[in-house]
């Protein structure tokens, strides 16, 4: 996104983690 650093990072935070669900 491009609102605030702290947004970005629960983004981030939101598809990794989504992500390593998946995977793993």
Not at 6 to 18: I, Q
Request: glycine share 8%.
């Amino acid at each position: 996104g491009f609102v605030s650093s702290e947004a970005e990072f629960l983004e981030v935070r939101f598809f990794a983690s989504v992500s390593y669900s998946s995977v793993g």
